[in-house]
């Protein structure tokens, strides 16, 4: 929305656009020169919104909120309470907190994105950083691409998923972890989820991945995804981001896979593992796994699959790995059991050779 730079606004809510306290307009007006008129009615101090804006006290972006400025600050005052009550929630690991973000998504997506991002540093206890960045996740899958129904305005934008993710990633990194068992677990780990701070760039790449259109074509991943090029995201992203490269490939992949080209599947895992990007991403380790088994054997494939679940995190996909794992191992034993001669040891209670019982029924 426009705004009008001459329209008047008191200090109240000029202090609410800006953030700050009715006590730092005061000084501006003594110091930096804010011009101020009171209101004949109202007997109120008002201020003129383009002051306010150029001087950069007040964002552009806040003012256009919504219709005029009284208005945009009371949905920023609206959202800072929703902030608080999250910052409740975080701290009582609520299991409602997930849901309740996926429902805002959809109309207020983008809005309530950054202040809860804002409220990783408070999470200092364990099951408190899983369960803000389980709500974060939340908002961004169910306000990003492929969203039923589909949200407004994305929380987090394609253009800006990655560059986000290289700045907060460290944090989340350094966050605490959920305890393995116990009330001090975020929801996510008690539901066998997966804790979000081992899941997040997941949601985050697929962002990335899909892009504008939000979902994957053929003619995408040949202009940007894969290829020689060195702008192409298999070649680009490995060295700053090669787990969320290891996902990307993972999702080409499927994609293609899904689509019957098979041949064409196998050259971008080809190109993923000569990057060792399997040895990041369970879920393409487990296709690699299962490539490594048909092509050089099954002892090859316990190799890598042991490599990479010595790094196992509370992702799903770990777990689904090695169950993958047991799972032939079991079946190559079986089947061993199956083709070994069948070893008699009661000779005397053995049918003899050639002996068939007579058939009443056969025509004489």
Not at 104 to 130: I, K, Y
Request: with cysteine; net charge positive; proline share 7%.
């Amino acid at each position: 929305m426009s705004y009008d730079p001459d329209q008047r606004i008191t200090r109240k809510h000029a202090a609410v656009l800006a953030r700050t306290t009715e006590k730092t307009l005061l000084r501006d007006e003594r110091d930096r020169g804010l011009q101020r008129q009171d209101d004949p009615q109202t007997k109120q101090a008002t201020y003129r919104l383009g002051d306010l804006v150029e001087s950069g006290r007040i964002r552009l972006e806040d003012v256009t909120l919504a219709g005029n400025a009284a208005e945009a600050a009371e949905v920023i005052k609206s959202r800072e309470h929703v902030a608080k009550l999250a910052a409740e929630c975080v701290r009582l690991r609520c299991p409602h907190l997930r849901a309740e973000a996926t429902l805002a998504a959809q109309e207020n997506g983008s809005a309530l994105f950054d202040p809860l991002v804002a409220l990783l540093p408070t999470a200092t206890e364990p099951g408190t950083a899983g369960t803000l960045l389980g709500a974060v996740a939340a908002l961004i899958t169910a306000a990003g691409p492929g969203a039923d129904p589909p949200a407004s305005v994305p929380a987090l934008a394609h253009t800006r998923a990655l560059r986000w993710w290289a700045k907060i990633r460290p944090q989340v990194e350094a966050s605490v972890p959920c305890e393995r068992s116990g009330s001090r677990s975020c929801p996510d780990c008690w539901e066998g989820h997966g804790c979000p701070r081992d899941t997040l760039y997941q949601p985050v790449t697929r962002v990335a991945v899909l892009g504008e259109r939000g979902r994957l074509t053929k003619k995408g991943i040949n202009d940007r995804l894969f290829g020689s090029r060195p702008d192409r995201r298999i070649n680009a992203w490995p060295g700053t981001h090669p787990r969320e490269a290891a996902y990307m490939a993972w999702l080409v992949f499927t994609f293609t896979t899904q689509e019957d080209r098979v041949l064409a599947a196998n050259d971008y895992l080809a190109v993923a593992m000569a990057k060792d990007l399997h040895l990041l991403e369970p879920r393409l380790a487990r296709v690699a796994c299962q490539t490594l088994a048909e092509s050089r054997g099954l002892a090859a494939a316990r190799v890598l699959a042991e490599k990479v679940l010595a790094t196992r995190s509370t992702d799903p996909a770990y777990d689904e790995l090695a169950l993958w794992m047991t799972w032939h191992e079991q079946a190559a034993v079986q089947a061993a059991r199956r083709q070994a001669p069948r070893t008699i040891t009661h000779p005397r209670l053995a049918r003899p050779a050639g002996r068939v019982n007579h058939n009443p029924y056969l025509p004489r």
